[in-house]
């Protein structure tokens, strides 16, 4: 093309998605304006309520894992993108449809939605030795028109940015004897509202976030609810009826479940709240020297760009993150190497880097399949993203009322999504609790 600009495509329109093509759309000088691939018909990914479960209306496999009622529980002061709050008028915590309704105005007031092919399945993305691209390199992405007449399409770019979210693929953990079971077996991604569960003993694996919210919801129609978890019991006061239990070590013969103390319960409903998969079914990892584990994927540098083919990206990898900041400092980050302001290590220092951070992590207890979950350090990595790719940090009330919300939510599971919030400078910030 002579410009000098680079192609970038953008492969899903869900948050992730979105907040690429509206950064490579700012950095007009550097990028040609993006091309997006989602394969349903709107943006807003995991935030697109689908009744049914299994397959849609067409036929084709529902990737959302949202349930009906669902509330966020981060407060939108701090789970918004950083450039574009969400309306004052909101609570704190909102329910879903309001997440989706503020994705679809980040869309129109970035004016995304003409750079998007909507109903376009990404079939295969392959690297491509040539003089003329970005290092060497380019990427010849096959797309099938999902709508029309299924053709496939083969384009060049000079950069991939993978968007395809991460709670689609439900992983069910390999507990022994589980065919055995003889009541309803389910994973909380097919869980979309408690009535159906009513009158019904309910027993659910996993106390993370969508574990804490199912039971709770299923507490007000059915009992017994138990949570069964291998973490240290929760701290806050529960639901009258729910209960807490050791983690499910097996199934046995007669489909009874065996805890981690040795005592055996016989649900009629058993819910997997077992997080998800990583898929890239467009990718060939063997070809690209990319090592797919149990919720690893390596080597990337920064948990986001391959260190031997830095113009693909993965984003939105890590756990137990604010993921549309999160993403905002990946975005950044990934194209300021691309447009040279940030100029990487050797792919040797940045294996190296890989290595030695995993390592640190297992050194200090931490199993392989934990290593992308950053949590606390998650404030860290985005600072030092933007100190490296040059752009601003997300001010410090960002940690502090993440914090907050995180110890509140720990210790009055209940009441949480009551409080709410109001930020009044870059460092300081106030909550209202139990307002009515």
Sequence with gaps: MGSGKLRVVVIGAGAAGLCAARHILARGGSFYPPTVFEQSEQVGGTWVYEERVGKDQRGRTVHSSMYRDLRTNIPKEVMAFPDFPFEKRLPSFMHHSEVRRYLEQYCQHYRLREHIQFGTSVESVKLVVTKKGWRGLEWDVTTSDMIGKKETTTEQFDAVMVCNGHFSDPYIPPIPGLENFKGTLMHSHDYRCPEP????????????????????????????????????????????????????????????????????????????????????????????????????????????????????????????????????????????????????????????????????????????????????????????????????????????????????????????????????????????????
């Design 197 to 436: 569960f009513a009158g019904q003993s309910v027993l659910l694996l996993g106390a993370g976030l969508s574990g804490l919210d199912i039971a709770q919801e299923l507490s007000a129609v059915t009992r017994p609810v138990t949570l069964s978890h291998s973490q240290p019991p929760l701290r806050s006061p529960l639901p009258r009826g729910m209960l807490e239990a050791p983690g499910v070590q097996r199934v046995l013969g007669d489909g009874a479940l065996e805890l981690g103390d040795g005592s055996l319960v016989r649900p009629d409903v058993f819910i997997l709240c077992t997080g998800y998969n990583f898929t890239f079914p467009f990718l060939e990892p063997g070809e690209l020297g990319l090592q797919l584990g149990s919720h690893t994927v390596s080597p990337l540098y920064k948990h986001l760009l391959h260190t031997a083919f830095p113009s693909l990206s993965i984003m939105g990898l890590c756990r137990d993150t604010v993921p549309f900041p999160h993403f905002h400092c990946q975005t950044q980050f990934a194209l300021s190497v691309l447009d040279g302001s940030f100029t990487l290590p050797l792919r040797e220092e940045m294996d190296r880097e890989v290595d030695t951070e995993t390592q640190r992590l297992l050194d200090s207890s931490v199993p392989l399949r934990h290593v992308l979950r950053l949590d606390v350090e998650q404030w860290d990595y985005n600072n030092q993203l933007a100190a490296l790719g040059n752009f601003p940090a997300l001010p410090p009330y960002w940690r502090s009322l993440y914090q907050a919300n995180k110890e509140f939510r720990a210790t009055d599971l209940l009441n949480y999504r009551r409080y709410n919030y109001q930020v009044l400078s870059d460092t300081d910030w106030s909550v209202e609790r139990h307002p009515h």
